[in-house]
């Protein structure tokens, strides 16, 4: 990972500096006055779940059409003044070339790549939705006027900005949110993406071994990570809690070094929870929709199509379906869990994954 000292040193500032960066958010705002009041925020979609399961891959595919606007990559990290921070870097003419993310997934980006940039701003509204011994589930009984004002605005301006109708969100944290964000927006969309647990566990912990291994040479890496609102691998990882039992018995198999255990039991705990609200509620119910990666790489094109449907996002579909690259599962490597860890893994997340319509039977595949 390739960290310049000038963004690390931007996004330390921004960090040292959270009131500030709000009170000038809130500038920002009375300053857009009426363009801001008259735009309106319509069936805003948000791709939420585990990382690792092909998030970062459907918000490039859906971010390629023509009414859709997101967060990028150079929204980072004066997030709480988008407007602003974009044009001042327009001004200064900063562009950047195609790179392969540090992740080494195959994915390239560029500053005006399409990217998760929420969690900052959620994190400083709500301070304690990574503490390891708190609950991170926030339910409309949460609710929180001043973080809901400031939040809806902040879509406001990504819309004004990239010049969009439709707010497509990646945030793998917004999964603990559903009911939240749900009871703020009343029309928004949530996509699960989600993965055969086995492939997923050896994904994380292979992303978990590289950022390790980033921070071991520079040690800056975990606090960028941090400000960023990445706590899913590396030595900031932090367990998601939707149930303080299951995060004990995550952050215990962990430290045991029993990392494929810890993400199986943190795979179940997710993807029980997105079905639980399914089945409990009538109405949002019909607004979530899980999108297996499997099926994605095998039909991309009918599975794209269900989700356009489904997110009501079907205008300049037939044009993205034209330029899209071929989408597939990674090649097996030396990363590869063992039998007995693949037989840990499904006795974890077995029972919740055939829930999903995985099977046993396809760990021999």
């Known amino acids: 990972m390739n960290l310049r000292s000038a963004d690390y040193l931007l996004t330390r500032f921004a960090q040292a500096l959270p009131g500030q960066m709000k009170l000038l958010g809130d500038i920002e705002t009375d300053l857009l006055g009426d363009r801001l009041d008259a ?126 109708r439709r707010y497509v969100s990646k945030g793998n944290y917004n999964v603990t949110r559903i009911e939240y964000l749900a009871d703020l927006l009343p029309d928004a969309r949530f996509v699960i993406p989600v993965r055969n647990p086995v492939a997923q566990v050896e994904s994380l912990m292979r992303q978990h071994r590289l950022f390790t291994e980033y921070s071991e040479r520079d040690n800056r890496v975990p606090q960028y990570l941090q400000a960023a609102g990445h706590f899913e691998f590396g030595p900031q990882r932090v367990p998601v809690n939707l149930d303080l039992e299951h995060a004990r018995r995550i952050g215990e198999a962990w430290s045991r070094g029993e990392d494929e255990l810890g993400y199986a039991l943190m795979w179940r705990s997710i993807y029980s929870h997105v079905a639980a609200l399914r089945r409990a509620s009538g109405g ?38 034209d330029g899209i690259p071929e989408i597939s599962p990674r090649k097996p490597d030396s990363t590869r869990l063992s039998p007995r860890q693949c037989a840990r893994v499904w006795s974890a997340a077995g029972e919740a994954a055939e829930s999903l319509g995985y099977s046993p039977e396809e760990l021999a595949a």
């Open 39 to 164: 735009i309106a925020i319509d069936r805003p979609v948000f791709i939420t779940g585990l990382a690792r399961s092909g998030t970062t891959l459907l918000l490039n595919l859906l971010a390629k059409l023509p009414q859709v606007a997101t967060h990028r990559y150079r929204d980072f990290p004066f997030l709480f003044v988008p407007v602003a921070w974009n044009r001042l870097q327009g001004r200064l003419g900063r562009s950047s070339a195609p790179v392969e993310r540090p992740h080494r997934d195959r994915i390239k980006i560029t500053m005006d790549s399409p990217e998760a940039f929420e969690e900052p701003i959620w994190t400083y509204f709500f301070p304690k939705i990574h503490d390891p011994d708190a609950l991170h589930r926030l339910t409309a009984a949460d609710r929180q006027p001043q973080f809901d004002a400031f939040f809806l605005q902040h879509l406001r301006k990504l819309l004004l900005l990239r010049g969009g």
């Open 284 to 321: 949002l119910a019909r607004r979530i929709e899980f999108i297996r990666y499997e099926a994605l790489c095998a039909d991309p094109e009918g599975e794209l199509r269900r989700i356009a449907r489904f997110c009501d996002l079907r205008h300049g579909v037939d044009a993205m379906l």
